[in-house]
Structure formats: C-alpha cells, structure tokens
C-alpha cells in the first residue's frame, strides 16, 4: 500500500485527492496546507489521519511514501526540492516550476536520488493524443510540413467556472507573482507538451509573439491572458512552420484543445472537445477524413502510481507520460516565449 501525501488543499488539491484515492493499492495519509483551517476540513473531507499547516513539520514527520503538489506554480519549486532531500516520488503539477532555473534544479535533484518526478501534463494521457503520436511516427501524414495547436478557454468573459475576481482557485491564476506567465504555463504548456510529445524528436523553436494582459482590477490580473506564438520545427533535415494559440477570454469555448499536422500525404486533426479517443486523418488525394480510433490508455495519476510501484503500464512506450525532463524542456519554451514578448513590450 502506497501512503501518499497531498500538498495544497484547495480545488486541484481535491481533484488530487479523488483521483488518487479511487486507485487500488494507494491511501490518503498526511495533507499540507499553509491554511490550518483548510488542512483540517481537506483531511476530514478525505479521511486524512496528519493535516499540517507547516511545510517542516509535514517532511519531518515522514507520514507519506509518495507525494503530490497541487499549489500554485509559484510554491512548486520549494516543496519539489525538499520533495528530493526527503527522497519522496513526486507528481507535480504543470507548469513545473516559474522559470527554468526553478525547474533545471528540481531534475537535477530527482537526477541525483534516482525517483519517480512525474508533471502532470495530462492532455497526452488521451487516447487521441496518443494516437496522434503514433500516426505521424508510422508517417500516416508523410513528412510534416507544419502544425497548429490551440488551447481555448473562456472564463474571463462568462461566469462557467465562477467568478475569477473573487474565488481564489481563479484569482492567482491571473497574477504575475503567483502564476508562471499567466496563461503561457496554464495552457501554453500543455500545447507545447502535446507539440513535443505528437512530434516526437522534432525540435521546437520559437520566434514570434503577441499577446495581451489580465487588467489589473481588486487585487488581481497582470499576468498573460491570451497570446499567439510562432516558430518552427527541425527534424530528419525539415523544418516546418509552427503555430501556437492560447486564451482564457475566448468566447464559446469552455475548455478546448485542438491541433492539426500536415504532411506531404494529408492532414491529421485531433480536437478533445469532438473526441478524447479518436482523430481524423485525411489523403491529399482528397478522399475525404477517416475517423480513426485509438486504444484505451491510463491516466496520469494511474501511471504515477505504476511508477511509484515500479510496474509498467500497457501502452507505455507510446505513451511516455510526462517526466521532469520533460518539465523542463517545456519550462525552456515558456522562458523563450515569456522572453519574446518582453522584447517587444
């Protein structure tokens, strides 16, 4: 039995929490969160024997075999360090840290004590997605001549996820201080995760953006709410055009993520809102999109737990769920974009 440890006792704490403890072989036993209060409703919520409002005093007491962060992304770096000197597996929530020094340091410590650091980017754990992967491997869409990936949400113009002004689960995420780039490490990262992973060996380079700010209104705001972002991909001796698109204030689109590969032989669109499990990939011969439909795969929390376990999951050398390298290599990319859009402001 794995004792698993949660860190952050707020809405993607609880998430956390309900999907870790539906897995057989885990139990909930120790919670950390800086507000007593909330630790203490978080534990009797999940039947959790050790709340903790002090991060020493959780380390020091060694209640957990495993752990999971799900503060905001600027809490991430402290405990996924402490996390190594403990010698603790750890799932940490995307973006990994607020910068890529933050997050060069985390791998090297997980480096340095050989354990499971697993991100949590868990838009590949679809099976569309990882369908998508191996199509263009296998050359389905022949040599990729470009790609354009979009992740679009729409809760700060309606009131679908709440009221962000107020409810704290959504107020740091529009703050500079809190959040990493705003919008860039909340869905950036998840596309640039889904471009590394679908285009497996392909080196991404970014050069372009353009993007606008949360106002600064009550207390928050300042941070990146929507940007568009260009560049290119290398590989086998091609480079392609490369296009990426985030929103928070998109209109319509409650939570959608949509790519699209082209090939010298046809097109391949995956859209999660149309399906999470299939794809549509089209000739140019121009004999119409056929739907085609991939095999079941596991979550992200489940892999964490095989990993933790030291079993291999069905599907794993598709699937390669994220890792700290993994992270990290996206961490560059919101560094390089972040850095992009500095130059032009």
């Known amino acids: 039995m794995i004792r698993l440890g ?11 929490a309900k999907k870790f403890s539906a897995l057989p072989g885990v139990t909930l036993t120790a919670c950390f969160d800086r507000d007593p209060l909330r630790a203490a409703r978080f534990a009797a919520q999940w039947n959790i024997a050790n709340p903790h409002s002090r991060l020493e005093s ?36 995307k973006p990994m840290a607020m910068d890529a020094r933050e997050s060069s340091a985390i791998l090297a410590s997980y480096r340095d004590c050989g354990l499971p650091l697993a991100v949590n980017f868990s838009k590949r754990n679809s099976s569309a997605v990882c369908l998508a992967r191996r199509l263009v491997l296998e050359g389905a869409v022949g040599a990729v001549s470009g790609a354009d990936f979009s992740y679009l949400q729409s809760w700060l113009v309606d009131s679908s ?73 290398t590989g086998s001796g091609v480079r392609f055009p490369l296009r990426f698109e985030m929103s928070r204030r998109a209109a319509g689109h409650l939570d959608h993520l949509f790519f699209t590969v082209t090939g010298d032989k046809g097109t391949l669109d995956v859209d999660l809102d149309r399906s999470r499990d299939s794809v549509l990939l089209s000739s140019v011969l121009g004999t119409g999109a056929v739907e085609c439909k991939g095999e079941s795969v596991a979550g ?5 737990i095989a990993l933790v376990q030291g079993k291999v999951l069905s599907g794993e050398s598709e699937r390669l769920s994220a890792r700290g390298q993994d992270g990290h290599a996206v961490q560059c990319l919101l560094d390089d974009v972040q850095r992009l859009l500095e130059a032009q402001s």
């Open 58 to 93: 959780f380390f020091e007491a060694r209640g957990c075999d495993a752990l999971t962060c799900a503060l905001a992304d600027a809490g991430h770096a402290e405990v996924a360090l402490l996390a190594g000197m403990y010698r603790l597996p750890l799932f940490l929530e």
């Open 300 to 304: 992200s929390y489940e892999d964490f």
């Open 161 to 233: 996820w709440g009221a962000w002004k107020t409810e704290e689960r959504w107020r740091w995420r529009t703050s500079e201080s809190a959040s990493c780039f705003g919008v860039l490490g909340d869905l950036g990262s998840h596309l640039f995760d889904i471009a590394r992973f679908v285009l497996h060996g392909v080196s991404l380079s970014l050069e372009t953006a353009a993007g606008s700010k949360t106002k600064r209104t009550d207390g928050v705001g300042g941070a990146w709410e929507e940007l568009v972002c260009q560049g290119f991909g």
């Open 6 to 16: 949660i860190i952050g006792c707020g809405s993607m704490g609880a998430y956390h």
